[in-house]
């Protein structure tokens, strides 16, 4: 039955995937608000935990406000999985149209120490395009990414990430993997904002305990990588903004402490952009799953 259910979303996504790519781009970006607003009324359980979320971090709205931002929240995602699909005609001569960067010099500065690069994202904006936009600039990119349950989907986001240039690093291997490939000089790209459960250590975000991936820290004081906090902020339609933060250095002697520290700034920095932008991060996940004492 399981496998039936996959073959039948499997074809429904391929579908939408056809259609957008023979849509221009009005119409694709129509269609993707259009998805949005369709999961936000069909998906009770995600609404529901998205209104909760954002209630927790803004307690100051009112409820037709957090509903207002709960359905803009799904309308990024709709938009998202539009741009995702559309990712196949995104190429190193045509990505510059969809993007503005902005703190280059802090990535150049960082990889050239020749120590490898920790790339800090979050589930914001469109973190997908973001990495194809980083590997498009020519740099060296491995992601660490999560296995998708339905095995059509995960073969064919696969493909059109590793079209882009993307290496992806299955979670089961990234410690290892990640390592290496920082060692070689590489850039890893790691999304460190969802609930770590009690891998994680405990990090104040938006004034609320939750328990945060240590990874990158810890990455970065084993091999001497730079951390560059990294964002794609969506301005209008398929125009985005690309912008690299100034690098952390984590030194091989930095005690657990001072790493936590370290993870704080990142996740302050997170905070930061989310806050100017409320809609496009991804409310949806159980962000204060985890007790943290």
Known sequence: MEKIKNVILYAIFRSIF???????????????????????????????????????????????????????????????????????????????????????????????????????????????????????????????????HNGFFNKKINEIREDKGINIIPIGMSVRKGYSDLKEGNLLYILGDQDARNHGWKINFFNHPASTYPGAVQLAQRTGAAIVPTFLIRENRAQHRLVFKKPQIVPADTSEEKQKEILQKLINITEDVINKHPDQWFWLHKRWKTLCK
């Open 18 to 148: 056809f259609i957008t790519n023979i849509l221009p781009e009005s119409s694709r970006y129509l269609l993707g608000k259009t998805l949005g607003r369709i999961i936000y009324k069909l998906v009770k359980s995600r609404r529901k935990i998205t209104e909760e979320n954002l209630k927790l971090a803004y307690n100051n709205l009112s409820d037709v406000e957090l509903k207002r931002l709960a359905e803009k929240v799904f309308i990024n995602m709709g938009l998202m999985l539009v741009e995702f699909i559309f990712l196949g005609k995104i190429n190193e001569e045509n990505f510059r149209d969809y993007c503005n960067i902005e703190g280059e010099d802090y990535l150049k500065q960082a990889f050239s120490r020749g120590k490898g690069v920790i790339i800090y994202g979050a589930h914001f904006g469109n973190w997908e395009w973001m990495a194809a936009f980083i590997s498009l600039l020519g740099y060296p990119l491995s992601a660490i990414a999560a296995r998708q």
